[in-house]
């Protein structure tokens, strides 16, 4: 009965570690920012995916494209406008129920992509179900 007990007690926290280790990626999908430059709106997309690359689209135009990792809640991205091989380091803070989010800037050399992403709101992009 105590061995019983025991293997019981051990699957149950095997699980919850394994579950909890395995966790999806938040920032997989896609997240929309818009406002105003120059006294012109514009509309950024940035989508994200799970195999670690992302595109971004700037007013439904390819802008840039790329490569990613994360490290809990930081995040590792390169791109070929400053240089493919330089990855800028920034923190990621999600919001509400993962469904927005802020970059702010750790450390990045790479002038456009800090001016883009640092500190702007960026809303997750849901996609419309289907009748």
């Not at 920012?33 to 709106?41: C, E, I, M, R």
């Not at 493919?84 to 970059?103: I, N, P, R, T």
């Not at 800090?114 to 809303?123: H, R």
Request: charged share 20%; with cysteine.
């Amino acid at each position: 009965m105590r061995t019983k007990s025991l293997l019981t007690i051990f699957s149950i926290v095997l699980f919850a570690a394994v579950s909890f280790t395995s966790q999806t990626n938040p920032l997989v999908g896609k997240w929309e920012n818009s406002g105003v430059f120059k006294g012109d709106p514009y509309k950024f997309l940035a989508i994200f995916r799970a195999n670690g690359t992302f595109d971004g689209f700037m007013n439904n135009k390819e802008f840039v494209s790329g490569t990613y990792h994360m490290n809990h809640d930081t995040l590792y991205m390169s791109d070929p406008t400053c240089n493919a091989k330089y990855e800028g380091k920034y923190k990621v803070e999600f919001f509400g129920q993962l469904d927005s989010l802020k970059f702010h800037v750790i450390q990045d050399t790479c002038k456009g992509r800090v001016e883009g992403t640092n500190g702007f709101l960026f809303k997750r992009v849901r996609q419309a179900v289907k009748k």
